[in-house]
């Protein structure tokens, strides 16, 4: 378990450092708002998330990785009853845990009470790497509660869940990034991957845009059931990122905390 904490923090750490660099020398678009701004709350909610999940972990006692170890001790979860090979057991868990979080996702934006937690994800006025890590905590709280019912529903091995959380993590940073990809890769990758470019599109304060494209790291869940947009309506230069009645107050850390709350 030690090992598994240090091995996602050093991942994270690393593309963290690397997409900062990578967007400060290839931006896709002009920053509006000084990056300082941003990130402290950025931050600040990511910070706040940890900590969530740590009480969350004390409360239950485990998360994600420890309902797969505790599934497979007690044969509970339908891979447990299995005994498929690891490799198939493993690719066969990312897609189902990836269909689940996009089909989450795309619940978040349709239930309005859900809504009112995810908007403060879509508050950000600009995309870039630390919007990837910009969810509230209660939010945070409720995935971390789906993933684990999941588990024991689907009995993945705790590898398998270990290699999700850090593909879903280091993809949902790189598709933050407001970073310039050469169009013909974006265009292969995108086949694939969900990119930069696809998804700013989630990120526009049209509804339409916003409803769209709610994928974090497979590309196919949006085309399969057409939820799919290959481009802002207005550019990704001149397309505006945020919430309708956007104004600065979401880089601020109690007004993010406090928004889901509010009446907007
Ligand atoms: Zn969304
Ligand atoms: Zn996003």
Same mark, same amino acid.
Request: charged fraction near 15%; aromatic fraction near 10%; hydrophobic fraction near 50%.
């Given at each position: 378990? /030690?090992? =598994?904490?240090?091995? $996602?923090?050093?991942?994270?750490?690393?593309?963290?450092?690397?997409?900062? @660099? #990578? !967007?400060? %020398? %290839?931006?896709?678009?002009?920053? $509006?708002?000084?990056?300082?701004?941003?990130?402290?709350?950025?931050?600040?909610?990511? @910070?706040?998330?940890?900590?969530t999940?740590?009480?969350?972990? @004390?409360?239950? &006692?485990?998360?994600?990785?420890?309902?797969?170890?505790?599934?497979?001790?007690?044969?509970?979860?339908?891979? *447990?009853? %299995?005994?498929? &090979?690891?490799?198939? =057991?493993?690719? @066969?868990?990312?897609?189902?845990?990836?269909? #689940?979080?996009?089909?989450?996702? +795309?619940?978040?934006?349709?239930?309005?009470?859900?809504?009112?937690?995810? $908007?403060?994800?879509?508050a950000d006025? !600009?995309?870039?790497?630390?919007?990837?890590?910009?969810?509230?905590?209660? !939010?945070?709280?409720?995935?971390?509660? +789906?993933?684990i019912?999941?588990?024991?529903?689907?009995?993945?091995?705790?590898?398998?869940?270990?290699?999700?959380?850090?593909?879903?993590?280091?993809? #949902?940073?790189? *598709?933050?990034? *407001?970073?310039?990809?050469?169009l013909?890769?974006?265009?292969?990758?995108r086949?694939?991957?969900?990119?930069?470019?696809?998804h700013?599109?989630?990120?526009?304060?049209?509804?339409? /845009?916003h409803?769209? *494209?709610y994928?974090?790291?497979?590309?196919?869940?949006?085309?399969?059931?057409?939820?799919?947009? #290959?481009?802002?309506?207005?550019?990704?230069d /001149?397309?505006?990122?945020?919430?309708?009645w956007?104004?600065?107050?979401?880089?601020?850390l109690?007004?993010?905390?406090?928004?889901?709350?509010?009446?907007?």
């Amino acid at each position: 378990m /030690e090992h =598994e904490t240090l091995f $996602r923090l050093s991942v994270f750490l690393g593309l963290f450092v690397l997409l900062a @660099l #990578a !967007e400060a %020398l %290839l931006p896709r678009r002009a920053r $509006r708002t000084p990056r300082s701004q941003r990130w402290v709350a950025n931050w600040g909610l990511s @910070l706040l998330n940890t900590a969530t999940l740590w009480l969350l972990a @004390l409360a239950l &006692p485990l998360l994600a990785v420890g309902a797969a170890l505790d599934a497979s001790a007690s044969d509970l979860g339908l891979f *447990n009853a %299995l005994n498929w &090979p690891l490799w198939v =057991e493993i690719i @066969l868990a990312i897609l189902i845990f990836d269909f #689940a979080i996009w089909a989450q996702h +795309l619940i978040t934006h349709k239930v309005p009470l859900l809504w009112r937690l995810h $908007r403060v994800h879509h508050a950000d006025t !600009e995309t870039d790497v630390t919007t990837a890590i910009r969810f509230h905590p209660v !939010e945070i709280a409720l995935s971390m509660l +789906l993933k684990i019912g999941l588990v024991y529903l689907i009995g993945p091995s705790a590898l398998a869940i270990i290699l999700f959380e850090v593909l879903l993590n280091g993809t #949902a940073m790189f *598709n933050h990034a *407001n970073l310039r990809l050469p169009l013909p890769f974006d265009r292969a990758l995108r086949l694939v991957l969900v990119t930069p470019d696809m998804h700013r599109v989630h990120h526009s304060v049209h509804r339409a /845009e916003h409803d769209s *494209n709610y994928g974090f790291s497979l590309s196919l869940w949006d085309r399969l059931f057409h939820t799919y947009i #290959a481009q802002p309506s207005e550019g990704h230069d /001149e397309m505006h990122i945020g919430l309708q009645w956007q104004d600065e107050r979401p880089s601020k850390l109690g007004w993010s905390l406090w928004l889901p709350f509010t009446k907007r």
